[in-house]
Nanobody
Framework: VQLQASGGGLVQAGGSLKLSCAAS????????VGWFRQAPGKERELVAV????????YYADSVKGRFTISRDDAKNTVYLQMNSLKFEDTAVYYC??????????????WGQGTQVTVSS
């Protein structure tokens, strides 16, 4: 599975961005797709996960209520809608896919990162 992340950019605090993760080479069926982020000097952290088959979702406490992960079957794409963005959301965001719904970093497939910068 090849993953292509896009949608990052510069936004003011309080604003919104929508990230996309498009898959090619294979569909997302039977995969879990996660969004991670890594800020300078910090470890990569899991932001949200969605199970393609069941639609179950998970959110990190830091983004709960502000971010929404969703999927589009027809486009084989996973989205991360980010609202009420804060300065501390600034990071490189990565999408990843794995056959298992997991909360660690051991995903099999990774996309390239997309930079999200929130100005205060």
């Amino acid at each position: 599975v090849q993953l292509q992340a896009s949608g990052g950019g510069l936004v003011q605090a309080g604003g919104s961005l929508k990230l996309s993760c498009a898959a090619s080479g294979r569909t997302f069926s039977n995969y879990a797709v996660g969004w991670f982020r890594q800020a300078p000097g910090k470890e990569r952290e899991l932001v949200a996960v969605i199970s393609w088959s069941s639609g179950s979702t998970y959110y990190a406490d830091s983004v709960k209520g502000r971010f929404t992960i969703s999927r589009d079957d027809a486009k084989n794409t996973v989205y991360l809608q980010m609202n009420s963005l804060k300065f501390e959301d600034t990071a490189v965001y990565y999408c990843a896919a794995d056959a298992y719904y997991r909360y660690d970093h051991l995903y099999d497939y990774w996309g390239q990162g997309t930079q999200v910068t929130v100005s205060s």
